[in-house]
């Protein structure tokens, strides 16, 4: 199976925190984690390689104040990009949150500060999102003469629907706190650190059998794709693969055998 090299990354932090369960920091604090090329070319890195080198969960997080900062404006700036450049530019980012969203391991991101511009993108690719209190999400991109090019049409728009998507591009709105978990950005806010109920999330997900976890975190995003139709067939595919598989049996026996966790409300 493949392996993870931390030493190959550079703009990203990349260590293993427990058994199977990874962290990812973007790592360019000074820059606010502005996303250049060669950090998204290290996520691409990434993600391509975690579903088959035994990652069974991410935590995604960012270094210093912020989460992220967006494109990195002043590499974009000096580029000077043609047109197609920035259509590539555009579609390696979309290599990278594809391989998030699609990939099948439970990516948990953890937000702080700024998450602005392509940074909610890259957090909108996660399968979970743990805001705290400094958190704050917007679409700055309006007010500085460019548009949404990592996603936030397909994503923001799956969290909060068309018309506060459209509202926060035309006006550069910022969400934060219990607002922003309501209208659904996160599923979770803390007022402690982000980062480490992010990581208790990653550590319980990271419980589950691997081929739960690929058909929730590929299965779901796959099928709303799809016509519904469509959908129904494929979920009862994947589903015939996942709950018929050997390791699942010691989990149904516990059930029977009433050992196996019964579940309620706290
Ligand atoms: C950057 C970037 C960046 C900071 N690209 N270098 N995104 C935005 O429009 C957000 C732009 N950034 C900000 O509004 C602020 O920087 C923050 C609110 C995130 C943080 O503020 P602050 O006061 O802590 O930091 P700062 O003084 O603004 O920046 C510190 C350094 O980070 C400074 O570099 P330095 O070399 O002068 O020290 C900044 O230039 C640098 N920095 N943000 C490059 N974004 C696929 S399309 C996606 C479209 C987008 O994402 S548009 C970007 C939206």
Known sequence: SLQINPSDYESLAVAQTDDGVWRVTLNRPDKRNALDLATVEELVQFFTVAPRAGVRAVVLAGAGDHFCAGLD???HHDADRSP????????RWHEAFNKMEYG??????ALHGA???????????????????TAYVALPEGQRGLFTGGGATIRV????GKARTVDM??????????????????????????????HEIAQKTAENLPLSNFAICSGVSHMQNMSA????????VLAGVVNTQPEARARLAAFADKTGARIRPE
Do not use: K
């Open 115 to 133: 998450v602005v511009g392509g940074g909610l993108e890259l957090a909108s690719a996660a399968h979970i999102r743990v805001m705290d209190e």
């Open 229 to 236: 139709l469509d959908a129904a067939y494929a979920e009862a």
């Open 157 to 160: 728009t799956d969290l909060i």
């Open 73 to 75: 404006l002043i590499e």
């Open 169 to 198: 591009m035309l006006t550069g709105r910022v969400y934060r706190g219990q607002e922003a978990v309501d209208l659904g950005f996160a599923q979770y806010l803390v007022e402690g650190s982000s980062l480490e109920l992010a």
């Open 84 to 91: 197609a450049a920035f259509m590539h530019v555009c579609m």
């Open 104 to 109: 099948g391991v439970p990516v948990i991101a």
